[in-house]
């Protein structure tokens, strides 16, 4: 509650949640209920085809999120949202955070945005010099569009396969590489982690030596932790910002939206490294930071206040889809590879090896399974694919046959 002292009025603005509740993930919709729902991913195709493409779970939504939309409607929460300092949701993010992943972050710096890539835009614009801008590859494609759209050049910089750094073949940034860039003038890195498409959750040790990278050269991190709470069985989340040494260069990205299978509602929250970073932030024009949606800001409170049980219950069937994914492409996919990720719903598939020329477009021909070619994530990566494997135990039975059907020779 919000004391008014202009004209006597006390507003609600904090949303009712629910209190914390038993119910589990329900992952058995029917195809027919999944693209009644209308989302981009279900909708895309006709009913023969079966998407696995776009980073949505076929999932219903967490009850105790449900509940506090539901309660936001029936009280016509339809006007622009308040002050972020009146919604609770930099409250109850700093709270997420300290109780997930050990990071202590003062709510006043935390500042809400229409979505990830608006907040990725918004810190390019506000903090970031009008230098080049080092992206990692393969990218979320997004990355790779936004970095122009600001004016700056983009350096793509490939992922190596991680020998030497102690953990054995699993992809690894090119620390080499981005010190070489950020030497011949690039000035920030637009880092993806956990990593998407790659999975990967990054060691202390690598985020510590990025971290070297950076200060050395007196650059700037923009960390999108977006599938932070994602971190699989037998892998950790590190926050950027938790590593020593990088408050004065670092804004991270989160939001509930992935884990909690939110993008539609947009909302997503801007943790400034430090008061000078918070200042600009919070000084630019309306415009530039604009298109939070008020039930994006109730479903994220719900979501980080009372969804964790809602969300373990998750994390453990995507480790079981991990898993489910690993045996089936041994059994029945011979001629791709692939390197479990650690973090994510999403398999980063090497799929070269059927020989064929576009191994997606023949999926979508010839299985009727829609995968995301891998070209899209930068140069270099035809042949490739990502799959969503956030979907129920049996659908992703289907996807896997499917593909073997278009690309077993």
């Known amino acids: ?23 589990l993930p329900d992952w058995d919709l029917t195809d027919a209920e999944l693209r009644a729902a209308g989302s981009v991913k279900w909708t895309w195709d006709g009913a023969d085809v079966l998407p696995a493409w776009v980073a949505e779970m076929d999932v219903r939504p967490a009850p105790v999120v449900l509940a506090a939309v539901h309660d936001a409607v029936s009280r016509g929460m339809f006007g622009y949202p308040p002050r972020d300092d009146v919604t609770g949701l930099p409250d109850a993010t700093a709270a997420f955070l300290l109780r997930r992943f050990g990071l202590t972050v003062d709510p006043d710096r935390v ?61 690894a940034l090119d620390l080499d590489a981005i010190a070489a860039a950020l030497a011949g003038g690039a000035r920030t890195v637009l880092l993806s982690q956990p990593h998407n498409p790659l999975g990967r959750a990054f060691s202390r040790a690598e985020l510590e030596a990025l971290r070297d990278v950076v200060l050395a050269h007196g650059a700037r991190v923009i960390s999108d932790e977006i599938h932070a709470p994602l971190a699989l069985a037998g892998a950790t989340h590190l926050p950027y910002a938790s590593i020593e040494g990088t408050a ?26 430090n008061p000078a970073d918070l200042a600009r932030l919070r000084g630019v024009v309306h415009v530039a930071n604009h298109g939070v949606s008020p039930l994006g800001v109730v479903a994220s409170v719900a979501a980080y206040t009372h969804g964790e049980p809602w969300l373990d219950a998750v994390l453990a069937h995507l480790t079981a889809q991990r898993d489910l994914f690993g045996q089936l492409v041994s059994q029945r996919l011979p001629d791709v590879s692939w390197q479990p990720m650690q973090a994510t719903y999403l398999a980063w598939v090497d799929a070269r090896g059927t020989g064929l020329d576009d191994p997606c477009a023949v999926a979508l021909e010839t299985g009727r399974v829609r995968v995301q070619p891998g070209s899209l994530f930068g140069l270099g990566y035809h042949g490739f694919a990502r799959v969503n494997l956030a979907t129920s135990a049996r659908r992703l039975e289907q996807i896997v046959d499917r593909l073997a059907t278009a690309w077993t020779r």
């Open 111 to 171: 500042v809400l945005c229409g979505d990830v890539m608006a907040g990725v835009r918004l810190t390019l614009d506000a903090l970031c010099e009008p230098a080049p801008v080092v992206v990692p590859v393969p990218s979320y494609p997004p990355f790779l569009d936004v970095v122009p759209l600001t004016g700056r050049v983009m350096v793509p910089v490939p992922c190596t396969t991680g020998i030497g750094i102690g953990i054995g073949s699993l992809p």
């Open 248 to 273: 004065d260069h670092v804004t991270t990205v989160v939001a509930a939206s992935k884990a909690w299978n939110l993008p539609g509602l947009k909302c997503a929250q801007l943790v400034a490294g």
């Open 1 to 23: 509650m919000v004391h008014d002292s202009s004209d006597d009025v006390v507003v609600q603005t904090r949303p009712m949640t629910p209190s914390p509740s038993p119910d």
